[in-house]
């Protein structure tokens, strides 16, 4: 194959809005947090939305869950041979070729581990973990009628019980569990608000190996502008019962030369809320891509200009963009 892989990095930040939506949760049912309370959402979370866009366009996407005729989910291998219509896996060449035209594989890399074929791809496009930075964000319980006795119900409300005291600050002690008697009454768990902000990295030459085995042309500029698209739209397209309310709003891309290096930039910017918008602070962002400006040909913001305003944003030759209508602000 050709080697078609691009000549640049690319840095940039991803942001989710949820507004009584639960973008993450845990097993829980809360929206997920580390142990001291700081609300997250993980790499998945961000990845799935793009991966279910992908396979609704039709695109090859393996890692994601589909039934089989008996309605249980594929095995790797399996949803393997759905994909590809191919069920041998003893040329390891040809299943490298086959997993890099899938779509998911390309940007997010993958483990495919099956007898006889143990394959690891780091993949080009790294995503960390997304820290929400609304600092009055809330967990909200909803109680919901049910028609049906859940056996299990006290159980279950402990659980939540000891979930609910983590996530709001509370002592275990503070939060009454409900009798069993209740358990007619399900529950919806959202966030009141939260502002997500996830940092992301692309790097192109995670592939010069799979390039010099001749199974990929690499990452190229269309694969690049390929996740470009599906990352400012998917968690707004993804409109779940519990991601009703989650969507994107900013977004930045920064492409830099193939030998330049930057940290995450997600925390480089804050957020604050004022009487009529939002606030997405991007001083700090600003002093780091500017003294770097050599090494950068572009960046591109994007935002809800509806609900967002962006403060000290004077990065150098930055063009700006209405992340809902794609169109230059």
């Not at 998945?44 to 609704?56: I, S």
């Not at 791809?121 to 995503?127: H, Y």
């Not at 007619?184 to 010099?212: M, Q, R, W």
């Not at 500017?290 to 944003?313: A, C, F, R």
């Amino acid at each position: 194959m050709e080697n078609k892989t691009m000549n640049k990095r690319v840095y940039g930040i991803l942001g989710i809005s949820s507004i009584m939506g639960n973008w993450n949760a845990d097993f829980s049912g809360y929206p997920k947090s580390t142990t001291d309370g700081n609300v997250f959402g993980s790499d998945k979370a961000l990845k799935y939305p793009m991966k279910k866009m992908w396979d609704n366009e039709g695109k090859k996407v393996i890692y994601i869950k589909s039934l089989n005729e008996k309605l249980i989910p594929r095995t790797l291998k399996e949803r393997y041979i759905k994909v590809f219509e191919d069920e041998d896996l003893k040329d390891v060449k040809k299943v490298l070729t086959n997993l890099m035209a899938a779509v998911d594989i390309k940007n997010f890399g993958a483990t495919f581990a099956e007898a006889g074929c143990n394959i690891a791809i780091t993949g080009a496009v790294q995503i960390g973990q997304g820290f929400n930075k609304y600092i009055d964000t809330n967990a909200e319980e909803q109680d919901i009628l049910s028609p049906f006795k859940d056996a299990k119900a006290k159980e279950k409300n402990e659980v939540k019980a000891k979930a609910k005291a983590k996530a709001n600050n509370l002592s275990e002690d503070d939060i009454e569990v409900k009798d069993a008697q209740n358990s007619t009454l399900g529950t919806k768990i959202t966030s009141n608000e939260a502002h997500y902000f996830y940092p992301f990295v692309i790097n192109p030459l995670a592939y010069k190996e799979l390039v010099d085995l001749d199974v990929t042309e690499g990452y190229t500029e269309e694969d690049y502008q390929n996740f470009k698209r599906t990352a400012l739209v998917s968690a707004t397209a993804f409109a779940t019962n519990s991601k009703v309310g989650c969507e994107n709003e900013f977004a930045v891309f920064v492409e830099t030369e193939s030998d330049a290096y930057l940290p995450n930039l997600s925390e480089y910017v804050t957020f604050a809320k004022c009487e009529d918008k939002n606030i997405i602070d991007l001083k700090k962002l600003a002093n780091i891509l500017n003294d770097m400006s050599q090494q950068i040909k572009s960046v591109e913001i994007y935002y809800n200009p509806y609900t967002t305003e962006l403060t000290n944003d004077d990065i150098k030759a930055a063009k700006h963009f209405n992340i809902i209508t794609s169109k230059e602000v």
